[in-house]
């Protein structure tokens, strides 16, 4: 009986510790093409939400509406290169490392915006290869890992 008990402890403990590491690996890999496209379409979705709203909401609320929930809903990725999930994953990722930026730039009608966001040193298309030849030469895996201070 105590054997079991020990056991089952041992087990839901490697369980839980495989969980929590495949948790933390998934979250420090991402592919650089995917997030860079991901900035692209995030910011160009953000632009149209707010720009159809803004007159009925004035613009301020628009940009909180649109900004609460371009990552919520797949169907505003379905037209780009990668798939709605992956998109989405990449669109979270975006809006939690350029929230505030985002939305002075939204506020402002900056029409720069995909290019000071994703293109600036440190953006997520910075130094990415997103020419037709090199996104469809890398598989829709993993392919890097940024550390805890690495940033887009």
Request: overall charge negative; charged content about 30%; glycine content about 4%.
């Amino acid at each position: 009986m105590v054997a079991i008990r020990a056991v089952r402890r041992v087990l839901a403990a490697v369980f839980a510790l495989a969980l929590t590491l495949a948790s933390t690996a998934e979250a420090k890999k991402e592919v650089p093409q995917v997030l860079c496209e991901s900035c692209r379409a995030t910011l160009t979705e953000l632009r149209t939400m707010v720009d159809k709203t803004a007159k009925k909401q004035g613009r301020e609320n628009a940009v909180t509406d649109a900004m609460e929930a371009i990552c919520e809903d797949m169907y505003n990725f379905r037209t780009y290169a990668y798939p709605p999930p992956q998109m989405q994953k990449g669109c979270r990722t975006i809006m939690d490392r350029h929230e505030e930026d985002i939305e002075t730039a939204l506020w402002r009608g900056d029409e720069n915006l995909v290019e000071f966001i994703c293109g600036r040193p440190k953006g997520a298309c910075h130094g990415v290869d997103m020419s037709e030849e090199a996104m469809n030469s890398k598989p829709m895996e993993i392919v890097k890992e940024l550390g805890d201070d690495d940033e887009l």
